[in-house]
């Protein structure tokens, strides 16, 4: 077998792994998908009832919510390995650290994947946003902008995981590397919604892409660093 | 019980003076928080040898184990695996060796089935639908098979961490405690694998703390204290008096000099 195939095994095997823990203990989804709604809820109330203000917020908000709960979604997959010292063993098989790295990040793409859909239609109802017409380009923009959550989220979750405050390091260790996506994101939502109308969708989009693909060499090359004594 | 069946990788199966050692350790030493848990130890076991690590809590049988399974890295000196070096060749290092910690390394939400299934991918095992159900029966967990681990007793998951140890074909296993929270079922089950390791020329470091239950298999045993050894006994091992660090630094507070050389019997 060769090393990438290998590799691309180990890695659905750990997404596979992480994909049922939480679907039996649905800690990180459900948690996470009541944090988004507070979240849209309160700064609905803090913009008030103008339609229009809020539709204008709606793309932002959208984006917010979804990265905050990234920091709890990757958070939570990275605390499944602290059952038992789980971690410990995880880094003693003899597989490469590149395909953990990808394993842990498949399964906080699919989380965020799911968050981000769910999030979207939310924040479609609460601040009547039409996000039915804008569907294809809002998919591709979250889709990226999952990668992108899960990519980082993923390092920053090794940074963390072994930490005492890593419920504190977490977050203020991610956001600020996560400005760049939040930015293109939400410009290729706020293009999306309305349409295109100056052809800028492509240009935020391929944003993002780089953004994801620095994040996952990155994440994928250090990666084995944080699992070694 | 069947009879616990051994997947030996072909490294085991050469004749014991042919190969090189199982462990060999030159001036091994940790030090946790400027401390030395482990504070120079020269040891060589030969491959096929099951050996076990006597001594106090805090004489570093642990720290030994730990820096052998490459869950930790040596503050200085060196650490080989079959000629290999535990920092330098660090994943095949890991290819070669199990080792069954105090802590079981398990997923609470999986089931001990899955538990086993993704160690095996993790492992690489050929056959690893057949040799999970094997290991499952092995280890007397095959009627719970289907339980998630969460719901397991601390004997029951240190059944089925040695479970996972069956799917791999080790040429050195490393088992820090193993009859610690096992009922008399479970013991049996450690016995059954201890002989079916020497049987097979695994090499077994054993850490504990009475050699009663593990006299029928052992070849030789150690004695440390305070992160040094302090005697050595039996056949396929050997220590040396810890040499001075040449390059390295020293550690932080080294304990003060055995009481017994190195080479003396170990009383029992």
């Known amino acids: 077998m060769s090393a990438v195939r290998r590799d691309a095994r180990i890695a659905v095997a750990i997404a596979r792994k992480d994909a049922l823990a939480e679907l039996r203990g649905r800690q990180a989804i459900v948690s996470t998908l009541f944090f988004s709604a507070v979240v849209l809820l309160l700064f609905g109330f803090s913009l008030g009832p103008d339609a229009a203000r809020l539709a204008a917020a709606a793309p932002g908000l959208l984006w917010l919510a979804i990265v905050f709960s990234g920091v709890l979604a990757v958070g939570r997959l990275h605390l499944l390995e602290t059952d038992d010292d789980a971690l410990d063993q995880l880094a003693r098989y003899p597989v490469s650290r590149r395909a953990i790295y990808a394993g842990k990040a498949l399964a906080g793409f699919g989380v965020m994947l799911v968050i981000g859909l769910l999030v979207l239609a939310a924040v479609g109802i609460l601040f009547a946003v039409d996000v039915l017409a804008a569907a294809p380009a809002l998919l591709v923009t979250i889709v990226l902008g999952a990668i992108g959550v899960a990519a980082v989220g993923t390092f920053y979750a090794g940074v963390t995981v072994r930490l005492r405050a890593r419920e504190v390091m977490l977050p203020l260790l991610m956001l600020p590397v996560l400005a760049p996506l939040l930015l293109g994101a939400v410009k290729a939502t706020v293009a999306a919604l309305a349409g295109d109308p100056f052809g800028e969708l492509g240009a935020w989009l391929q944003l993002i892409v780089a953004f994801d693909l620095v994040m996952l060499v990155a994440g994928a090359a250090t990666y084995g660093y944080l699992l070694e004594d | ?268």
């Open chain 2, 1 to 268: 019980m069947p009879q616990t069946t051994i997947y030996v990788s072909p490294r085991s199966l050469g004749a014991p003076d042919t190969r090189p050692p199982a462990v060999e350790t030159d001036d091994l030493a940790r030090l946790f928080a400027g401390v030395p848990a482990l504070a120079g130890v020269s040891l060589r076991i030969d491959g096929g040898r099951t050996v076990a690590l006597l001594g106090p809590n805090g004489a570093g049988k642990t720290t030994l184990l730990r820096l052998v399974a490459t869950a930790i890295k040596p503050s200085y000196g060196r650490a080989r695996v079959d000629g290999l070096d535990v920092v330098r060749d660090v994943e095949a290092v890991r290819e070669r060796v199990a080792y069954l910690s105090h802590a079981t390394g398990l997923y609470d939400d999986l089931t001990a089935r899955e538990n086993l299934r993704f160690a095996a991918t993790m492992l690489g095992t050929p056959d690893a639908h057949e040799r999970v159900e094997r290991a499952l029966a092995d280890v007397g967990l095959g009627e719970r098979a289907n339980d998630r681990v969460g719901g397991f007793s601390a004997g029951m998951r240190k059944r089925l961490a040695l479970g996972r140890i069956l799917l791999g074909a080790p040429s050195l296993v490393l088992l820090d405690e193993p009859y610690a929270a096992l009922d008399a079922e479970g013991m049996g089950v450690v016995d059954a694998l201890l002989a079916a390791w020497h049987g097979a020329g695994v090499a077994v470091v054993v850490a504990a703390h009475a050699t009663d239950r593990l006299e029928p298999f052992l070849d030789g045993r150690v004695m440390l204290e305070r992160g040094l050894v302090m005697a050595v006994e039996g056949e396929g091992v050997a220590a040396s008096p810890p040499a001075p660090p040449a390059s390295q630094p020293a550690p932080a507070a080294k304990p003060a000099p055995a009481a017994q050389p190195a080479h003396a019997e170990v009383r029992r």
